[in-house]
């Protein structure tokens, strides 16, 4: 499979052609499902509106619970079978919290360790009685060694790296993606549990900070992107970090 390439499709599609352990790290953040709400005591779909909207234009991020969870736990397995390890960052929302937490609970032999993102502020709770939001999970699944919290490649030294990430959050690139991964938040983890050379995959790619930050480490990506408008930024970055290189 041709690699320093994004492929236009459900990641899905592309990870079955992956072969077996191929992948040496997966950094991702998939949608957050922040539109599925709840009236009455029951799950239901709300019309998108702009505060409510989040990373895909054209894309309703509002699944049904059990498909949200039957969909990523797919997905993690098929990364697990492909990769040694992976960072899933992903944020406990009302249209995730149940599926997350029991993809946690079915896949909990895999589950090395979990990292908290804090991004240095919280927005506003969109309803009264909530929480503010100003953290998000990285949860670290490894296929071989997921007992231990050792990992096979670690570039830190001993006591020099917490498990509490204080990142703010990345800037924007287009207007209507606005959970962009910031680039140091791809850039630490890049750097300490990869070595150059290594091949990096990400599932979710959005507008390309992943591959954009191997690039500058000297690390080869791969990714998928199933939305044509971000599929077009991702390639026009990565065309602009070239053109700067020479």
Request: aromatic share 12%; net charge neutral; proline share 3%.
């Amino acid at each position: 499979m041709e690699v320093n390439k994004v492929y236009n499709e459900n990641c899905l599609n592309t990870l079955k052609r992956i072969p077996d352990n191929s992948i040496d790290l997966v950094i991702t953040s998939p949608p957050y499902n922040m539109n599925l709400r709840i009236r009455n005591g029951e799950y239901c779909s709300r019309q998108i509106v702009k505060e409510f909207s989040t990373k895909y234009e054209g894309f309703d991020d509002n699944m049904p619970i059990e498909e949200y969870f039957k969909f990523h736990l797919k997905v993690l397995k098929e990364l697990i079978r492909t990769s040694n390890v992976i960072f899933y960052n992903i944020q406990i929302v009302t249209g995730s919290k149940r599926a997350i937490f029991k993809i946690i609970g079915e896949l909990s032999d895999y589950l090395k360790d979990i990292i908290i993102w804090d991004k240095g502020y919280a927005q506003p709770a969109m309803a009264p009685k909530v929480l503010n939001r100003r953290t998000e999970l990285i949860l670290v699944f490894d296929k071989d060694n997921g007992i231990s919290r050792q990992f096979e490649k670690a570039n830190f030294e001993r006591g020099t790296l917490d498990d509490l990430w204080l990142i703010k959050r990345g800037k924007k690139v287009v207007d209507s993606h606005s959970a962009i991964f910031p680039e140091e938040l791809v850039k630490t983890i890049i750097e300490n549990f990869s070595n150059e050379g290594d091949l990096v995959y990400d599932p979710f790619m959005g507008t390309g900070t992943t591959a954009i930050v191997a690039k500058k480490l000297n690390r080869n990506y791969l990714g998928s992107e199933l939305t044509d408008k971000y599929f077009k930024v991702i390639n026009e970055r990565l065309q602009v970090f070239e053109n700067e290189l020479f």
